[in-house]
DNA sequence: AACCAGGACGTGA
DNA sequence: TCACGTCATGGT
Protein backbone atom coordinates (compact mmCIF):
# COMPACT_ATOMS: atom_id res chain seq x y z
CA UNK A 1 0.00 0.00 0.00
CA UNK A 2 1.12 3.31 -0.96
CA UNK A 3 0.76 6.22 2.29
CA UNK A 4 -0.49 9.51 1.60
CA UNK A 5 2.48 11.82 1.65
CA UNK A 6 1.18 14.23 3.89
CA UNK A 7 3.02 16.14 6.23
CA UNK A 8 2.27 14.25 9.76
CA UNK A 9 3.15 11.07 7.79
CA UNK A 10 6.63 12.59 6.49
CA UNK A 11 7.23 13.15 10.28
CA UNK A 12 6.22 9.85 11.19
CA UNK A 13 8.87 8.62 8.75
CA UNK A 14 11.33 11.13 9.25
CA UNK A 15 11.19 9.70 13.36
CA UNK A 16 11.14 5.74 12.23
CA UNK A 17 14.12 6.31 10.00
CA UNK A 18 16.07 8.24 12.76
CA UNK A 19 15.08 6.48 16.00
CA UNK A 20 13.77 2.93 14.44
CA UNK A 21 11.66 0.69 16.22
CA UNK A 22 10.24 1.86 20.28
CA UNK A 23 8.57 -1.14 21.04
CA UNK A 24 6.53 0.88 23.75
CA UNK A 25 4.83 0.33 26.50
CA UNK A 26 7.97 -1.25 28.57
CA UNK A 27 6.94 -4.73 30.46
CA UNK A 28 8.89 -5.65 33.39
CA UNK A 29 5.98 -8.37 34.00
CA UNK A 30 7.18 -9.91 30.45
CA UNK A 31 9.22 -13.11 30.64
CA UNK A 32 8.81 -13.85 33.88
CA UNK A 33 11.79 -12.88 35.47
CA UNK A 34 14.60 -10.04 35.09
CA UNK A 35 12.54 -7.50 36.43
CA UNK A 36 14.20 -4.11 34.87
CA UNK A 37 16.53 -2.20 37.16
CA UNK A 38 16.85 1.80 37.24
CA UNK A 39 17.89 2.97 33.96
CA UNK A 40 17.61 0.07 31.74
CA UNK A 41 16.18 -0.21 28.46
CA UNK A 42 14.92 -3.78 29.16
CA UNK A 43 11.38 -4.54 29.10
CA UNK A 44 10.81 -3.30 25.73
CA UNK A 45 9.41 -4.87 22.68
CA UNK A 46 10.13 -3.45 19.48
CA UNK A 47 8.21 -4.57 16.67
CA UNK A 48 6.50 -7.21 18.82
CA UNK A 49 2.84 -5.36 18.89
CA UNK A 50 0.85 -8.13 20.45
CA UNK A 51 1.81 -7.32 24.09
CA UNK A 52 0.21 -6.76 26.38
CA UNK A 53 -1.11 -10.23 26.35
CA UNK A 54 -1.59 -11.47 29.89
CA UNK A 55 -4.73 -9.92 32.07
CA UNK A 56 -1.45 -8.78 34.77
CA UNK A 57 0.73 -7.46 31.45
CA UNK A 58 -2.57 -5.27 30.35
CA UNK A 59 -2.53 -4.09 34.32
CA UNK A 60 0.79 -2.83 34.86
CA UNK A 61 0.54 -0.84 31.29
CA UNK A 62 -2.51 0.50 33.31
CA UNK A 63 -0.76 1.10 36.56
CA UNK A 64 2.36 2.91 34.60
CA UNK A 65 -0.01 5.43 32.55
CA UNK A 66 -1.29 6.60 36.08
CA UNK A 67 2.39 6.51 37.51
CA UNK A 68 3.89 8.27 34.50
CA UNK A 69 1.77 10.77 34.47
CA UNK A 70 3.88 14.68 34.83
CA UNK A 71 6.60 12.10 36.18
CA UNK A 72 9.68 11.02 34.30
CA UNK A 73 9.64 6.95 33.59
CA UNK A 74 12.82 6.29 35.12
CA UNK A 75 10.99 6.82 38.69
CA UNK A 76 7.30 5.55 37.16
CA UNK A 77 9.35 2.46 36.18
CA UNK A 78 10.89 2.14 39.64
CA UNK A 79 7.39 3.07 41.37
CA UNK A 80 6.26 -0.21 39.22
CA UNK A 81 9.25 -2.25 40.14
CA UNK A 82 8.44 -1.52 43.70
CA UNK A 83 4.74 -2.72 43.63
CA UNK A 84 5.89 -6.02 41.67
CA UNK A 85 7.94 -6.81 44.76
CA UNK A 86 4.89 -6.58 46.51
CA UNK A 87 3.65 -8.73 44.20
CA UNK A 88 0.83 -5.84 43.51
CA UNK A 89 1.49 -6.44 39.53
CA UNK A 90 -2.05 -7.76 39.67
CA UNK A 91 -5.22 -5.97 40.71
CA UNK A 92 -7.05 -8.39 43.42
CA UNK A 93 -3.36 -7.99 45.04
CA UNK A 94 -3.01 -4.12 44.99
CA UNK A 95 -6.42 -3.81 46.68
CA UNK A 96 -5.08 -5.87 49.08
CA UNK A 97 -2.47 -3.25 50.02
CA UNK A 98 -3.27 -0.73 52.62
CA UNK A 99 -2.68 2.45 51.45
CA UNK A 100 0.78 3.34 53.17
CA UNK A 101 2.10 0.02 51.60
CA UNK A 102 1.07 1.38 48.30
CA UNK A 103 2.42 5.04 48.87
CA UNK A 104 5.53 3.68 50.44
CA UNK A 105 6.11 2.05 46.77
CA UNK A 106 5.50 4.51 44.76
CA UNK A 107 6.70 7.27 46.53
CA UNK A 108 9.34 7.49 44.01
CA UNK A 109 7.33 8.28 41.02
CA UNK A 110 5.75 11.30 43.03
CA UNK A 111 2.30 12.83 43.98
CA UNK A 112 1.69 9.89 46.25
CA UNK A 113 -1.12 11.01 47.77
CA UNK A 114 -3.51 10.97 44.59
CA UNK A 115 -1.43 8.29 43.02
CA UNK A 116 -2.18 6.21 45.44
CA UNK A 117 -6.19 6.95 44.90
CA UNK A 118 -5.82 6.69 41.63
CA UNK A 119 -4.58 3.50 41.41
CA UNK A 120 -7.46 2.22 43.68
CA UNK A 121 -9.77 3.42 41.96
CA UNK A 122 -8.64 2.62 38.05
CA UNK A 123 -7.91 -1.16 39.56
CA UNK A 124 -11.60 -1.49 40.34
CA UNK A 125 -12.79 0.01 37.26
CA UNK A 126 -10.38 -2.57 35.59
CA UNK A 127 -12.01 -5.54 37.83
CA UNK A 128 -15.64 -4.63 36.87
CA UNK A 129 -14.82 -4.88 32.84
CA UNK A 130 -14.08 -8.15 34.05
CA UNK A 131 -11.90 -8.77 30.82
CA UNK A 132 -13.46 -6.46 28.53
CA UNK A 133 -12.53 -3.74 26.65
CA UNK A 134 -13.24 -0.44 28.41
CA UNK A 135 -15.34 2.70 26.46
CA UNK A 136 -13.09 5.83 26.73
CA UNK A 137 -16.07 8.08 28.21
CA UNK A 138 -16.48 5.32 30.96
CA UNK A 139 -12.47 5.41 31.82
CA UNK A 140 -12.49 9.25 31.62
CA UNK A 141 -15.07 9.18 34.57
CA UNK A 142 -12.54 7.70 36.64
CA UNK A 143 -10.79 9.78 38.61
CA UNK A 144 -7.33 10.22 37.91
CA UNK A 145 -8.03 9.64 34.30
CA UNK A 146 -7.34 12.28 31.47
CA UNK A 147 -7.49 12.51 27.97
CA UNK A 148 -4.12 11.18 27.68
CA UNK A 149 -4.24 8.46 30.04
CA UNK A 150 -7.46 7.59 28.80
CA UNK A 151 -5.85 7.16 25.41
CA UNK A 152 -2.38 5.62 26.39
CA UNK A 153 -4.38 2.99 28.25
CA UNK A 154 -6.57 2.30 24.79
CA UNK A 155 -3.40 2.15 22.96
CA UNK A 156 -1.28 0.34 24.38
CA UNK A 157 -2.93 -1.66 27.24
CA UNK A 158 -5.50 -2.60 25.02
CA UNK A 159 -4.48 -2.17 21.18
CA UNK A 160 -7.40 0.06 21.01
CA UNK A 161 -6.41 2.51 18.16
CA UNK A 162 -6.66 6.15 19.80
CA UNK A 163 -3.71 8.11 19.39
CA UNK A 164 -2.21 9.61 22.59
CA UNK A 165 -1.12 13.23 22.56
CA UNK A 166 1.01 14.62 25.30
CA UNK A 167 2.95 17.99 26.40
CA UNK A 168 6.23 17.46 24.03
CA UNK A 169 3.67 16.63 21.32
CA UNK A 170 2.42 20.08 21.32
CA UNK A 171 5.71 21.11 21.90
CA UNK A 172 7.34 19.68 19.11
CA UNK A 173 4.14 20.82 16.71
CA UNK A 174 3.82 24.25 18.06
CA UNK A 175 7.54 24.74 17.66
CA UNK A 176 7.42 23.58 14.12
CA UNK A 177 4.58 25.96 13.32
CA UNK A 178 1.92 23.43 12.36
CA UNK A 179 -0.38 24.25 14.93
CA UNK A 180 -1.39 26.77 17.59
CA UNK A 181 0.02 26.55 20.76
CA UNK A 182 -3.38 26.54 22.93
CA UNK A 183 -4.55 24.25 20.53
CA UNK A 184 -6.77 21.84 22.43
CA UNK A 185 -6.42 17.82 23.05
CA UNK A 186 -8.77 16.52 20.81
CA UNK A 187 -8.00 18.66 17.98
CA UNK A 188 -4.37 17.91 18.31
CA UNK A 189 -5.23 14.35 18.60
CA UNK A 190 -7.50 14.91 15.04
CA UNK A 191 -4.69 16.30 13.59
CA UNK A 192 -2.90 13.03 13.81
CA UNK A 193 -5.78 10.78 13.28
CA UNK A 194 -7.18 12.27 10.50
CA UNK A 195 -4.18 12.01 8.78
CA UNK A 196 -2.73 8.62 9.31
CA UNK A 197 -3.94 5.09 8.65
CA UNK A 198 -5.98 4.40 11.80
CA UNK A 199 -3.67 1.02 12.78
CA UNK A 200 -2.12 0.58 16.25
CA UNK A 201 1.39 0.17 15.42
CA UNK A 202 1.68 3.83 13.81
CA UNK A 203 -0.31 5.53 16.52
CA UNK A 204 2.21 3.49 19.05
CA UNK A 205 5.45 3.88 17.25
CA UNK A 206 4.19 7.85 16.53
CA UNK A 207 3.94 8.84 20.05
CA UNK A 208 6.69 6.71 21.38
CA UNK A 209 9.22 8.36 18.63
CA UNK A 210 7.64 11.80 19.93
CA UNK A 211 8.75 11.30 23.17
CA UNK A 212 12.53 10.38 21.92
CA UNK A 213 12.60 12.98 19.85
CA UNK A 214 11.52 15.48 22.17
CA UNK A 215 13.78 14.32 24.80
CA UNK A 216 16.92 14.79 22.63
CA UNK A 217 15.64 18.57 21.49
CA UNK A 218 12.97 19.62 23.51
CA UNK A 219 13.43 18.62 27.08
CA UNK A 220 14.91 22.02 27.95
CA UNK A 221 14.36 25.96 26.96
CA UNK A 222 14.86 27.13 24.50
CA UNK A 223 12.61 23.77 23.04
CA UNK A 224 13.88 22.15 19.79
CA UNK A 225 17.31 23.87 18.59
CA UNK A 226 18.86 21.84 16.14
CA UNK A 227 15.60 19.93 15.66
CA UNK A 228 16.25 18.06 12.19
CA UNK A 229 12.48 18.34 11.49
CA UNK A 230 12.37 21.73 10.86
CA UNK A 231 14.79 20.58 7.37
CA UNK A 232 12.34 18.52 6.35
CA UNK A 233 9.75 20.90 6.76
CA UNK A 234 10.98 23.98 5.34
CA UNK A 235 12.09 22.22 1.71
C1' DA B 1 20.96 24.36 42.44
C1' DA B 2 17.10 25.41 39.83
C1' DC B 3 14.41 23.08 36.50
C1' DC B 4 11.11 19.75 35.11
C1' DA B 5 9.30 14.87 34.07
C1' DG B 6 5.36 10.19 28.89
C1' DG B 7 -1.08 15.17 33.72
C1' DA B 8 -5.24 15.67 36.22
C1' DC B 9 -8.20 17.91 39.47
C1' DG B 10 -10.47 21.73 41.96
C1' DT B 11 -11.49 26.31 42.14
C1' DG B 12 -13.05 30.89 40.78
C1' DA B 13 -13.93 34.17 37.16
C1' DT C 1 -15.31 27.29 29.07
C1' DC C 2 -10.63 28.72 30.82
C1' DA C 3 -6.69 30.17 33.35
C1' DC C 4 -4.30 29.07 37.43
C1' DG C 5 -2.68 26.88 41.72
C1' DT C 6 -1.80 22.34 43.61
C1' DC C 7 -0.01 17.88 43.98
C1' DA C 8 5.76 15.44 45.36
C1' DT C 9 9.82 13.06 44.21
C1' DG C 10 14.31 12.59 42.23
C1' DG C 11 17.46 12.90 37.91
C1' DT C 12 20.14 16.04 35.13
Not at 17 to 40: A, E, S, V
Not at 200 to 216: C, I, S, T
Request: hydrophobic fraction near 35%; charge should be neutral.
Amino acid sequence: MSEPENQIYQIYHQLYHLYGPQGWWPLINFKGKNPRKKGQKQGYHPLNYDLPQERDQIFEVIIGSILTQNTSWMQASAAVDNLNQNGALNPEKLLELKDEEIKSAIRCAGFLNQKSTYLKEITRFFIELNGGIPVRNELLQVKGVGPETADSILLYAYKVPEFVVDTYTRRIFTHLKIVEENIKYEELKELFQSNLAREVPVYQEYHALLVEHAKRYYNKKPHGPGDPLLSLINE
